[in-house]
């Protein structure tokens, strides 16, 4: 489905009925086909699901050129809940940069959630490095016109060492990889960049938090979620046996479980 938003389309899939509604966040540089382990599972736990292409990813336009921002996809995702029509507070489920954006939903949205959950991801700020690595590789990108220096940096941290390599997982992955425009890689990179802390946001949350982390994710490594379980109150902490970084892909039954479980205490 397609809707504008805040100036541009943007691509979801909605399945329209259940409750609440449940937001599934991507990460970069990829779209809502991530989800689709959890989107079946959640669906027939009676939620309503809702899985949007991020502005410039998979098949949403990408609006006026400049960084992708974290608060201008949480604005956005507000915006895409007010043309679905839901009012009511959503559990927001976000993964490594839709961590990210579950954030800054919070910071510019919070009466519009019911419950986060976050997935692989950190709460810390890009180090000096980690901001003038992406820059490089924004340049580089635009450069050559090629996506491959954002696959070569990526998919060395991408997955658990455990994961066969040419996997389906692995292929489904990197062909999402591949099929980003090198426009959306290079702002959404610039994007990244640029945002804050959320070390400070995390004693403000008071919703009921979930954290999943792979067991072997090299991306955003465990002690990440760590700081994040330990800062937000009365959040809860899962290590997802097995699985890399694309946790909800590498053990999708660990993940769905643990999620479901999850959802039916926040419902209580």
Same mark, same amino acid.
């Given at each position: 489905m397609l809707v504008e938003v805040n100036g541009v389309q943007m691509a979801y899939s909605d399945t329209a009925t259940g409750s609440p509604a449940v937001l599934l966040v991507h990460g970069f540089p990829l779209n809502r086909s991530m989800w689709d382990p959890q989107m079946g599972r959640l669906r027939a736990?009676?939620?309503?699901?809702?899985?949007?292409?991020?502005? *410039?990813?998979?098949a949403s336009e990408a609006g006026p050129p400049g960084p992708l921002t974290?608060?201008?996809?949480?604005?956005?995702?507000?915006?895409?809940?007010?043309?679905?029509?839901?009012?009511?507070?959503?559990?927001?489920?976000?993964?490594?940069?839709?961590?990210?954006?579950?954030?800054?939903?919070?910071?510019?949205?919070?009466?519009?959630?019911?419950?986060l959950a976050l997935l692989d991801t950190r709460a810390s700020p890009d180090t000096p490095l980690a901001v003038a690595d992406r820059h490089r590789i924004a340049a580089e990108v635009e450069a050559s016109s090629s996506l491959q220096p954002v696959i070569d940096a990526m998919r060395p941290r991408l997955f658990s060492p455990h994961l066969p390599r040419g996997s389906r997982v692995e292929q489904q992955v990197l062909?999402?990889?591949?099929?980003?425009?090198?426009?959306?890689?290079a702002d959404g990179e610039r994007g990244l960049?640029?945002?804050?802390?959320?070390?400070?946001?995390?004693?403000?949350?008071?919703?009921?938090?979930?954290v999943l982390c792979g067991e072997f994710d090299a991306l955003t490594p465990p002690a990440d979620s760590e700081v994040i379980a330990s800062g937000i109150?009365?959040?809860?902490?899962?290590?997802?046996? *097995?699985?890399?970084?694309?946790s909800n892909m590498e053990n999708p039954e660990a993940v769905n479980e643990a999620l479901l479980n999850w959802l039916e205490a926040v419902q209580k």
């Amino acid at each position: 489905m397609l809707v504008e938003v805040n100036g541009v389309q943007m691509a979801y899939s909605d399945t329209a009925t259940g409750s609440p509604a449940v937001l599934l966040v991507h990460g970069f540089p990829l779209n809502r086909s991530m989800w689709d382990p959890q989107m079946g599972r959640l669906r027939a736990a009676g939620l309503r699901v809702i899985a949007p292409d991020l502005r *410039g990813f998979g098949a949403s336009e990408a609006g006026p050129p400049g960084p992708l921002t974290m608060d201008q996809h949480a604005d956005d995702l507000a915006a895409l809940l007010d043309a679905c029509r839901v009012t009511d507070p959503v559990i927001v489920v976000g993964l490594s940069m839709g961590g990210y954006v579950a954030f800054a939903f919070w910071r510019r949205h919070a009466s519009r959630v019911r419950g986060l959950a976050l997935l692989d991801t950190r709460a810390s700020p890009d180090t000096p490095l980690a901001v003038a690595d992406r820059h490089r590789i924004a340049a580089e990108v635009e450069a050559s016109s090629s996506l491959q220096p954002v696959i070569d940096a990526m998919r060395p941290r991408l997955f658990s060492p455990h994961l066969p390599r040419g996997s389906r997982v692995e292929q489904q992955v990197l062909g999402m990889l591949a099929s980003s425009s090198v426009r959306a890689v290079a702002d959404g990179e610039r994007g990244l960049a640029l945002r804050p802390s959320s070390l400070p946001t995390l004693p403000s949350i008071s919703v009921p938090t979930l954290v999943l982390c792979g067991e072997f994710d090299a991306l955003t490594p465990p002690a990440d979620s760590e700081v994040i379980a330990s800062g937000i109150p009365g959040a809860e902490l899962v290590s997802v046996d *097995g699985a890399g970084h694309m946790s909800n892909m590498e053990n999708p039954e660990a993940v769905n479980e643990a999620l479901l479980n999850w959802l039916e205490a926040v419902q209580k």
